[in-house]
C-alpha cells in the first residue's frame, strides 16, 4: 500500500509530460490512476478486491469485486436434510455463527409451526447469541484499531475474545462451529457450572469495556482518523440496503430485537445505542455501547435463567435421549427416522430477520414438504452493506479509504457464502 | 386480484385501489403478507411501494426454480418498511422461454447486486440494469449453479480428475 502511494505521486507530478497513462481528465487536471486494493490486502480482513481510480491521493470511483470465497452454502444446503444445515450456517459468517445457527433454527420452527420451544431454551439462546456480539466486536475492534495503528487494543480485546471462545467451548465442545441452536432447542444440555463461568466473565466485562474507551478515546491520532470520516447521507444508506451498526450510527434507531421480537427477546431490559454524527467514529461508539448492552442481556439471562427444560418435547423431530433409546422401542425408531430420512417440514415459505452484530441476517426459507429444504436464501448483513462501499470511498482521500472498511465490519464469507 | 385474507393489509389494499389489476393473487402464510405481481408492472409497484406506502427499504431479492413447473421461476422481492414495522413480499413468475424481468435498481440501488446475484445464480436477466454481471462466479463461468438442473458435484469437474 505505502509502495502504491509513492507510485500514485510520481504520475500526478510527472503528468503533463506523460502521455501514456489513461488520458481521461480528473478534477485536478493530472492523470488518473488504476489501483488494485486485494484480493490479499490485509485490512479488507478477508478475500476483497477494490478497483480503485485516483486521481493523486483522491478515490475517484472504487469498485468491489467479491466472489473469491463463493462455496455455494445455498446449493449444498438443498441437498442436506433439515437438521445438517445447522452445520453449514455456522460457515456462513465466521464471526456470527450463533447468530446465524439462530436465524435458521427460528425460521424452520417458524414453518413447522406447531412447536414449542422452552422458555430455558430460548432465554439460553439469547444468552449465547448476545456473547456472539461481544466476541464479533471485539475483533472488529482489535482489528479495526489495529488497521489505524492502536496496536495495544487488539491484545486486550482478544483477550476477552478468548474467554469467550472458551464459554463456546463448554457449552458446545467448539470454539467456533458451535452448531449449538438446533431446530426444536439446543444441542447439548448446558454444562454443569456454566453459570459461574459466565458470572466471573459478566462480572469484569463492563470495566474492560471502559478499558478500551480509555485507550482510544484519548488517543488524538485515533480520533483525527475516524471523526469526520466515512459520512455518507442516512437516506443513501437506507438505499443501498444497510442495516446494523451504521445504520444506528446514522441516527436511525432500529433494531429487529426491539422491532420484531424473537427467541423472547421482549422480556429483557436493554436500550438501543444511536448516534447521530454518522461518521467512523460513531460506528466505534455504536458498538462500543453495544457491548455494554449485550453485557446487561448477558446479567439478565444469567441471573434470570428459567428452570425446565432445554429442547421441545417434539419426538419427530429432537433427537431422543441416549438412555431412552436403549430402553425404549419408539426412542429408537425415531431416532433412526431423524438420523437415516431426517424429519419433514409442510410445505411453505418464511423469511425470518434477526440482529446479527452487523445487521440484519434473513433467511428465505422455501419447502416442498420433504425432509430437505427446497431453496434456502441467506440475506446476509455484509452482502447489504458491502454495496455502500463507493459511497463511502468516492471522492475521499486514499488514505482514509483503510479507516472507512474497517467501520463497515464486514465478512467476506458472510458476503459470498 | 387482493386474497380476502389481505383485505385489511393497508399497503396491499392501496396498492390495489391504486394500480389495478396489477396483484395477481397472495397469501398470508405464518402471517406473512405475499403478493404475486404482474412481472411487467414490477417497477411501476415497487416505486409505488417506496414512494407512497414507505417501504424504504429492499431487504433482499432472490428466486426460486420450480423445475419442472411452466412458468419455472419465481423472483421475490423481501420488503421492509421502517415506518410501519412491516414486510411485504412481492413474487413475480418466470417463464423459462424468456427468463427476463425489468430491473428495480431505479427505485432501490441496492437492487443492483441482488439482481446481479439472482442473474449470476439463476440465469435471470433484468432489463435496463446498469451492469448486469456475474457476481459470485468467475466471469467466464457456464451455466447458472441455483438452477434445479445444474448438479451439486461433478458439473464440470469431478475429484476422479485429481
Redesign the interface.
Known sequence: MRESILHTDSITASDATHETVDQIATPSGTKRMILNMGPQHPSTHGVLRIVLELDGETILKAVPD??FL?T?I???C??KTWQQVVTLTDRVDYLSNLSNNLVYALSVE??I?DIEIPLKAQWMRVMLAEFQRLNSHLVWLGTHALDIGAMTVFFYCFREREDILRIFEMFSGQRMMTSYIRVGGLALEPPRGWQQVVGKFIGSFPSKVDEYENLLNSNPIWKVRTQGVGFVPLE?L????VSGPMIRAAG?K?DVRK??PYSSYDQFDFEIPVHKENDVFARYRVRLEEMRQSARIIRQALEGMPEGAWQASAPKIVLPEREKMKTQMEALIYHFKIVTEGFRVPA????Q?VESPRG?I?Y?V?SNGTSKP??L?M?TPS??NL?ALPALLEGRLLADSIASLGSMDFVLGDV?? | MLPDILKDHAAAAALEAALPGVIAGGHSQHNEPTLWIDPYRIVEVCRFLKDKQQFVRLSGITAVDWLPADPRFEVVYLLHSLQRNQRLRLKCWIAEAEPAIDSVFSVWRTADWYEREVYDMFGIRFRNHPDLTRILMPSDWEGHPLRKDYPVHGHKYTYQDE
Open positions: 467479491i466472489g463463493h455455494g445455498e446449493k449444498e438443498e441437498v417458524k414453518l409451526g443513501d437506507l438505499d443501498l440496503g436511525m432500529w422491532d420484531e411453505g415459505e418464511v423469511y430477520a440484519e434473513g428465505y422455501v427446497y431453496r436464501f440475506r452482502f447489504g454495496q459470498d457464502r
